[in-house]
């Protein structure tokens, strides 16, 4: 399972939709792989959804949630003026530096 985040470019006069995450689950088809997604606005105007994927690869799995919060952005009229800015992985920075600072 991969944890890929969507950054949504906001909507200039109305804040994410409470139900955004139930929007875009409901957007999602069976085949998409796509168990669960979660809605965060981590700052006024700037907003993620994280979808929960289940994939056999990390592009496979970018691919599916970039494709369900397309989707979703289009087929519900609460989403109208919002697009989708970025959809990815993110990397855990702080852990790999740990490993880099690690002796051999």
Known sequence: MYLVHARLLPHPHKPLPTD???LVQR?????DGVEFVVAHTVAPGTSVLGFFVLA???AEAETAAS???RR???MYEAFRGFGML???TVMPAAYYE???DEPD
């Open 20 to 22: 955004a995450a139930a």
């Open 27 to 31: 957007a999602s088809r069976a085949g």
């Open 56 to 58: 056999s690869s990390l």
């Open 67 to 69: 494709k369900v919060c």
């Open 72 to 74: 979703a952005l289009s």
């Open 86 to 88: 970025s959809c990815g």
């Open 98 to 100: 740990r490993l880099l």
